[in-house]
């Protein structure tokens, strides 16, 4: 199983990103996915969960209502659209995947067994 994560970047405040993680060696609807951010000096933190389906969606508080998470099992990819950035959200942001449905932890890094190289983002104020 491999994990490609990509479209990290330098935005200034309020401007948006989209990251984008590419899937391969596995099947992608027997994954739940998620995505976790770690800035500098600071623990690996949970940022958003997605079940196979998309039915469910799970965020972290300090995200709601400005991040999005989204998969499109039809191209193995996994989607986190970021609006209104802010230097808080300066981190490495990581794709995830555990196999089978369980939603059981899903906030916990030991939660999951596959993990992308993360993708940098930093946001200016």
């Known amino acids: 199983v491999q994990l490609q994560a990509f479209g990290g970047g330098l935005v200034q405040a309020g401007g948006s990103l989209r990251l984008s993680c590419v899937a391969s060696?596995?099947?992608?609807?027997?994954?739940?996915m998620g995505w976790f951010r770690q800035a500098p000096g600071k623990e690996r933190e949970f940022v958003a969960f997605?079940?196979?389906?998309?039915?469910?969606?799970f965020y972290t508080d300090s995200v709601k209502g400005r991040f999005t998470i989204s998969r499109d099992n039809a191209m193995n990819t996994l989607y986190l659209q970021m609006h209104s950035l802010n230097p808080e959200d300066t981190a490495i942001y990581y794709c995830?995947?555990?196999?089978?449905?369980?939603?059981?932890?899903?906030?916990?890094?030991?939660?999951?067994?596959?993990w992308g190289q993360g993708t940098e983002v930093t946001v200016s104020s």
């Open positions: 060696g596995l099947t992608f609807t027997s994954y739940v």
């Open positions: 997605i079940n196979w389906s998309s039915s469910i969606t």
């Open positions: 995830t995947a555990v196999r089978g449905y369980s939603m059981s932890n899903y906030y916990r890094t030991d939660h999951y067994d596959y």
